[in-house]
């Protein structure tokens, strides 16, 4: 059950970006100061590619994060594809958080499967057992309604564990399951762009069932929009 909803719609991308920021920093003084520490699981794809990058220029308590993913395409860690290298390049390599805080899916056993389970005996050993609350877990959307690695009519919709093997019309993915982004402290979906109005208009005002709707995380829930991406719904558009 959703403990709190927000919707939260900026002018345009970089407003965004301040927001985030603003966010991050508010968010990792509370975590910090309750816990010790601040996890964030990351999205991939192109849309916070200059989040990261905002981000890295940013004054944050960069020694007490732990970096996590919600999912990974299967590809060598530097291929271009790979979401932990897009990570690395806009953010990671330039902020010092220690490197055994940084936690990327496994993609070297060469079988999915494998490296999925893998990265849920990580998580169990760095959640001492219990499912991750993230103190963030940053998701985007595509087109289809799909988040994370979690794509329509998939049968990684109905996992159960931690992780599991996405598909990607044949194309195999490492995904965290519905269950293990819904015990997040906090899920922000970042979107922006006005290629994605339509589908945020979809998934913000009809009951289409797609995966990223069926994310109804313990804790907030937050929807963080730029008004091109708010563009078709009704309260928004003209
Ligand atoms: C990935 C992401 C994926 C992404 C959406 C949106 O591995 O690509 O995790 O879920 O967030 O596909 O991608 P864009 O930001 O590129 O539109």
């Given amino acids: 059950?959703?403990?709190?909803?927000?919707?939260?719609?900026?002018?345009?991308?970089?407003?965004?970006?301040?927001?985030?920021?603003?966010?991050?920093?508010?968010?990792?003084?509370?975590?910090?100061a309750d816990r010790g520490?601040?996890?964030?699981?990351?999205?991939?794809?192109n849309t916070p590619?200059?989040?990261?990058s905002a981000l890295a220029e940013a004054e944050m308590p960069w020694d007490k994060f732990y970096i996590f993913w919600g999912d990974e395409r299967y590809v060598p860690h530097d291929h271009p594809d790979s979401n932990f290298r897009m990570t690395r390049e806009t953010l990671l390599d330039r902020v010092p958080i220690p490197s055994d805080r940084v936690f990327p899916f496994p993609t070297s056993a060469g079988d999915p499967a494998i490296d999925a389970a893998a990265?849920?005996?990580?998580?169990?050993?760095?959640?001492?057992?219990?499912?991750?609350?993230?103190?963030?877990?940053?998701?985007?959307?595509?087109?289809?309604?799909?988040?994370?690695?979690?794509?329509?009519?998939?049968?990684?919709?109905?996992?159960?564990?931690?992780?599991?093997?996405?598909?990607?019309?044949?194309?195999?993915r490492l995904t965290l399951t519905v269950p293990a982004i819904e015990h997040s402290r906090r899920v922000m979906f970042?979107?922006?762009?006005?290629?994605?109005?339509?589908?945020?208009?979809?998934?913000?005002?009809?009951?289409?069932?797609?995966?990223?709707?069926?994310?109804?995380?313990?804790?907030?829930?937050?929807?963080m929009l730029d008004v091109a991406a708010a563009a078709e719904l009704p309260l928004v558009g003209i």
């Fill in 49 to 52: 590619k200059a989040f990261y």
């Fill in 37 to 45: 520490f601040f996890s964030v699981a990351l999205s991939g794809g």
């Fill in 1 to 32: 059950m959703v403990r709190s909803f927000h919707l939260d719609i900026r002018p345009d991308a970089q407003t965004q970006i301040v927001r985030g920021i603003e966010l991050f920093q508010q968010w990792s003084k509370i975590a910090i």
């Fill in 190 to 223: 970042w979107v922006n762009g006005a290629g994605k109005a339509s589908i945020i208009k979809t998934l913000l005002t009809e009951s289409a069932g797609l995966p990223a709707q069926q994310i109804r995380p313990e804790g907030e829930l937050i929807w």
């Fill in 119 to 172: 990265y849920a005996d990580t998580l169990k050993q760095v959640f001492n057992g219990e499912w991750p609350d993230f103190d963030c877990n940053l998701l985007g959307v595509g087109g289809d309604g799909h988040t994370a690695s979690l794509f329509p009519g998939t049968d990684a919709l109905k996992a159960n564990g931690w992780t599991t093997v996405g598909d990607k019309s044949g194309e195999p």
